[in-house]
C-alpha cells in the first residue's frame, strides 16, 4: 500500500534562514504529489503539485520543491522563511490515473519561526 | 468563486441531538470530500461523492450521514455522536476524480460534542 513519510515532526528555523520540509513516498509507480499548509484552525491550501516533466517546481508564497524519483523524495524548499510561515505542512500523494482520487497523506510537520 | 464555504465555523452539540454541516462550492468541481482532523494529526478521509455519488466511505460509523443534493453542495448529518467525535470537519472539492486533481479545502467546522 502507498505511505508517505515526513521524519521531521516539528522543525524550528530563524526568519530569514533557509527551510527544507523532507517528505518520502512509497509507491509502485510514480503518484502524483502535492503540498499542503494549514494554519491553526483552518483549512488546508495548496503550495504546489507534481505530475511529471520538469522536476523543480515552483510554488505559492516563495515556496518549491523536487522531485527526485531515485530517492522517492518530493522535499520542500524555501530559501528565507517569514515569520508568517509558521504553520503545519502536510505532504500528500494521490494515486497514479485510474487508481481513483484518494490522497494520502503525511503525518505533517509543525514549523516554528523564531524572531 | 474560488473558494469552498463551510458552515457553521463551530458548533457544540450534545450526544442525543442531531446537527447537520454544511459545504459549497461554486467552481463547478464534480468531487466533493468530507474528512476529519484531530490536532496535530493530518486529514482522515470519511466520504468522497463524484458526480454527485457517494464513491467512497471510508468505513465511517452511521451516526455520520452524508448527502450531496446537488453538484454544488454537501451535507454532514450528525446522530447520536460521542465525545471521540469531536475534531475539525473539513470539506474539499476537486474539478475531477483523479489523482491528479487538487483538492480546494473548506476552513472547517470544529465540532464539540459533550
Known amino acids: 500500500a502507498q505511505s508517505v513519510t515526513q521524519p521531521d515532526i516539528h522543525i524550528t528555523v530563524s526568519e530569514g534562514a533557509s527551510l527544507e520540509l523532507r517528505c518520502n513516498y512509497s509507491y509502485g509507480a510514480t503518484p502524483y504529489l502535492f503540498w499542503y499548509v494549514q494554519s491553526p484552525g483552518q483549512g488546508l491550501q495548496l503550495l504546489l503539485k507534481?505530475?511529471?516533466?520538469?522536476?523543480l517546481v515552483q510554488g505559492i508564497k516563495g515556496f518549491e520543491a523536487e522531485f527526485k524519483r531515485s530517492q522517492s523524495s518530493f522535499n520542500l524548499r524555501k530559501p528565507s522563511v517569514h515569520w508568517s510561515d509558521a504553520a503545519e505542512y502536510f505532504c500528500a500523494v494521490g494515486p497514479p490515473r485510474g487508481g481513483g482520487n484518494k490522497l494520502t497523506f503525511g503525518t505533517g510537520t509543525q514549523l516554528k519561526v523564531e524572531l | 468563486d474560488t473558494e469552498v464555504t463551510q458552515t457553521p465555523k463551530h458548533l457544540v452539540m450534545g450526544m442525543t441531538n442531531k446537527k447537520s454541516l454544511k459545504c459549497e462550492q461554486h467552481?463547478?468541481?464534480?468531487?466533493m470530500y468530507w474528512y476529519k482532523q484531530k490536532a496535530k494529526k493530518p486529514p482522515e478521509l470519511m466520504f468522497v461523492y463524484s458526480y454527485e455519488k457517494l464513491s467512497i466511505n471510508e468505513s465511517v460509523p452511521s451516526r455520520f450521514s452524508p448527502e450531496c443534493p446537488n453538484s454544488s453542495l454537501l451535507n454532514l448529518h450528525l446522530h447520536a455522536l460521542q465525545p471521540e467525535d469531536s475534531a475539525l470537519y473539513l470539506c474539499?472539492?476537486?474539478?475531477?476524480?483523479?489523482?491528479?486533481?487538487?483538492?480546494?479545502f473548506g476552513p472547517g467546522t470544529r465540532l464539540t460534542v459533550l
Open positions: 467552481m463547478g468541481h464534480r468531487a
Open positions: 474539499a472539492s476537486s474539478p475531477g476524480t483523479g489523482g491528479y486533481n487538487e483538492q480546494f
Open positions: 507534481y505530475f511529471s516533466g520538469d522536476t
